[in-house]
């Protein structure tokens, strides 16, 4: 498939999930020009706020795949992805990303992620959500043990 193609189907996914009950996102992961996955937005369908359409296509692709790198593939999404899919992409080091809406669009029919980019760039003491450190030393004794293992799987 072209990716036009394979952009109208991310569209065509998100059309549909409309009709059935879902958000207006879709998502498409394919492998030289072939689809390995697809995902849609099942947040309040599923009453899961991390069922976005690229999570959900990502974890899709890494099961069909079994691999948690998707290096090789691209994705095709219908909106340029908030900042939770946006990581998610990067971690799945997916090739390319391809979108349709942009963040923008998004904004004007509700679906604002403006509030967590300017979050992100604040200090966590100055974020809206409070957080503080909490048994630092106890956490740090995992990554420690982390650092010896010798037989670890890096990612």
């Known amino acids: ?3 036009e193609e394979l952009m109208l ?3 065509e996914l998100s059309k ?5 009950g879902g958000g207006p996102f879709g998502a498409v992961i394919a492998k030289d020009g072939k689809i390995i996955a697809t995902g849609v937005n099942r947040v309040t369908a599923s009453c899961d706020p991390t069922a976005h359409a690229e999570v959900s296509a990502i974890r ?5 795949l079994g691999t948690f790198d998707l290096s090789g593939c691209e994705i095709y999404t219908s909106c340029e992805p908030c900042p939770m899919c946006l990581g998610a992409i990067y971690w799945a080091r997916l090739d390319k990303m391809y979108y349709g809406n942009n963040k923008t669009d998004a904004k ?4 604002d992620d403006s509030f967590i980019y300017d979050e992100l760039a604040l200090k ?4 809206k959500l409070p957080s503080e450190v909490l048994l630092h030393d106890e956490a740090l004794k995992a990554f420690e043990a982390w ?3 010798e037989d670890k799987v890096e990612y």
């Open 60 to 64: 899709a692709a890494t099961s069909q």
């Open 124 to 127: 966590p003491t100055e974020r």
């Open 9 to 11: 189907k991310a569209i």
């Open 108 to 111: 004007h029919i509700g679906f």
């Open 16 to 20: 549909e999930n409309i009709a059935n």
């Open 147 to 149: 650092a010896k293992k």
């Open 1 to 3: 498939m072209t990716k």
